[in-house]
Structure formats: C-alpha cells, structure tokens
C-alpha cells in the first residue's frame, strides 16, 4: 500500500512538473510570437503611402506656406513634448500592449482628420491626435521589444531586432510610397492621406495578439504614477553616461531628420515630376534597409567604437554640405540617400548602451524622457529651419551638415559606453 503510494505521489510530482513544463513553452511561445508580430506591425504601419508626397500635399492642396508647414511641425513636436512622459508611464503603469494599441488607433483616426478638409486649424487637431499616437508608440515599442528578449535570454539580440524593425516599418513606406504618388496624381492628394486609417487600424488590431511580458519581470507591485514619471526622469539626469548617450544621439538624429521636409523641395529645384516622388522615396527606405541590417554585425565587430560613430556621423554632414552646391540629378539623389542612410541608422548603434543604463522597470518611461529630448530640440528648430529654406536652400544644407560635423568632433562618448 504505501509502494502505491509512493508511486502516485512520484506521478503527482512528474505531472505537475510537465505541466509546469508545458506551460513555461507555451509562454515562452507566446513571447516569441511578440517579435515576429512587431515585424508584421512595423511593415502594415509603415505602409502609409504618404511619405512621396508629403510636402505638395501641405502646399498645393493643403495651401500652406513652407513657414507654415513647418510651425505646424513645431506644433506637432510640442505636442509629443507635452504627451512623451505621460504616455511613456502609462506603457509602465498599465501595459506595453495597452499603449501600443491606443497608439495606432490615434494615428489612424489622425489621418481622416487631417484629409478632411484643407486648413491649418483642422491639421493642427490631426496633429494633436498623431502627437499622441506617436507619444504611446515611441519609447513603448523599443521597451516592449527589450523586456520580450529578456523573458527570452536573448538581450544581446536587442540591435538586431530594433534593425528589423525599422527595415519592415521601411519596407513598408518603400513599396508604398510609389502607390501613394501614383493615386495623388490620378485621385487626390487628400485621399492618400485619409488611406492612412487603413493600416494603422490592421496594426491596432494586431496589438491586441501581443503577450505582455512587462507584469511576469522583477517588478512585485505597481508603483504610482508619478512615482514612475519622477524615477523615469531622475535615471536620465542622474546617469551622465546615459545622458551623453542620449543627448548626442538626439541632437545629429535631429537635424538630419529636416532633410525629410527638405528634399522634395530640393527635387523640384531639380525640376523633378511629382509622379517620380515615391520612387526617390522608396529608394531613401531602400537604403534604410540596408543600412540598418549592416549596423548590428559592423559594430560587433569593431574595436574602436567612438572613432567608428564620428566617422559615420561626419559622412551625412559633408553631403549635406555638397547638396548645397550640387544641383545636378546623377549627383544629387545618391547624395540624399547618402545622408539619409548614414544619419537615419546612426542611431542603432546608440541602442544597446542606452538599453544597458536603464533599469528594466522605468524603461519604457526613460526611452520616453529621450525623445521627449528630441521634440523639443526639434519643436525649436522647425521655424528656424523653415525660414532658412525660404530665404536659401543651399545655405540651409550647408547650416545643418556644418553642425552634424562639428558635433561629431566634439563627441564625449567612449567606445565602452556604446
């Protein structure tokens, strides 16, 4: 009798084991899935058709000035000034997921606002709503891409995978930017904009697949709100390594990001046909692509990363700078795709050390803080640039390259920091 005992007692233990067992694989199954669910999100988000057409539809249909665009950009920036940390909290008091759906859901609904009706006041409701969307996604998405690949063991891979991400987001704006000239000049530009709804809806509700993997960390009980706004706040000013991470990432990432409000008018100086829009587009996401797939395996292989980092930041200013005497069509494209593929992908090689000095539980509310960073530095700039383009295009490439190189010289990052 008490063999049989024992004997029940030893299958007992075996089941709960395999149950146990079982149930770990489902989960870790689960998590798995978050990744290749990020793709797919990336891609359908990406899939926004506008990015060919962005400035003709402010200036001939929307009937705005370049100045105007560019103080609705402030407004914009503003906005994501006003929403980053209280959004970057909520993704750590309530859920990642929570804020990765609402954030698409804003954006969509964004887009019919915006191609509605053509005036600055009912733009400037559309870019309060994309403010807010972009607020819940950005910092969220890299926190939430982060805390899966711990649950996973596999951190190391965080440069990787942040990579793919953007190159589905950009295989998505590379296939259909084209699409998107094509209806504007066959339809209406305001029609490519409404289309915006589409995809960001489909990656709505995609978001409602994901496993949150934030609530199964180390955290035991959730904090209040504005304590995780305070701690979030508190690592990035208190953390001078992470500060100086943060801060020359921001500040190149900023001004290279003008020559996408740039280049379509520097096209048309070029005599450029508005069909031909998106395929100069595609091409700019095409070598984002690249790009961004070459970063993670260079870098693991380089010993001096800092020398590396000023190198690749000094390329996109010095084509910068030749935009501004080049006006020459066989020049003057691959000098964009030069910038934009340097410049656009520096920022991969600022992840892992940015991941490495945040604590897991403010992550989300930190990665927040930082591109909190960037609106404002952006939201200062915008007008400024904006009266530069009128006044001179080529004295503004000159402007922005001469001070993305002089940032590079001027680095105080260290190659263990990266």
Known sequence: MSELKEFAQE???KSSVELESNEVIISLNKWRANIWKSYLIHFIEGFHLISGILIPFF?????????????????????????????????????????????ALSTAFAGLIYGSYPSIFIFAIGE??????????????????????????????????????????????????PIGSLIGVLFSLNLVMSLIFIPFFIAALISLTLKEPNHELERKKKEKYF??????????????????????????????????????????????????F????????????????????LENKLNNKRRFLQIYTIIPGIAF????????????????????????????????????????????TVLSTINMIASLIRAVLYPLVGYLVMWN??????????????????????????
């Not at 080049?326 to 656009?344: A, D, N």
């Open 11 to 13: 299958e007992l233990v």
């Open 59 to 103: 200036l001939t249909w929307g009937k705005l000035t370049f100045v105007e665009v560019m103080l609705l950009q402030s407004y914009f920036t503003i906005m994501i000034l006003v929403f980053e940390i209280p959004c970057g909290a909520i993704a750590d008091y309530i859920s990642r997921k929570f804020s990765l759906l609402l954030g």
């Open 128 to 177: 309060t709503l994309w403010a807010f969307g972009a607020a819940l996604t950005s910092g969220t998405d890299a926190a939430f891409t982060y805390d899966t690949l711990r649950k996973l063991g596999r951190e190391k891979d965080v440069s990787k995978i942040s990579a793919r991400n953007r190159s589905f987001s950009l295989l998505g704006i590379a296939i259909s930017a």
């Open 227 to 276: 304590t995780i706004v305070k701690s979030g706040v508190n690592e990035l000013t208190k953390n001078k390594i992470l500060r100086v991470l943060a801060v020359e990432m921001v500040i190149t990432e900023s001004l290279v990001f003008f020559l996408i409000w740039t280049y379509q008018v520097y096209l048309e100086t070029l005599n450029f046909q508005l069909i031909f």
């Open 278 to 297: 998106g395929f100069v587009s595609t091409s700019m996401t095409a070598i984002q692509i690249l790009f961004n797939n070459i970063i993670p395996t």
């Open 321 to 364: 700078v030749l935009m501004a005497i080049i006006h020459f069509t066989p020049v003057s494209i691959p000098l964009i795709l030069i910038v934009i593929g340097f410049g656009f992908s520096r920022s991969l090689i600022f992840v892992k050390g940015i991941n490495k000095q945040i604590k897991t539980e403010n992550r989300a």
């Open 393 to 418: 295009l080529s004295v503004t490439f000159i402007v922005l390259g001469a001070l993305i190189i002089v940032l590079a010289l001027l680095s105080r990052i260290k190659s263990e920091n990266l």
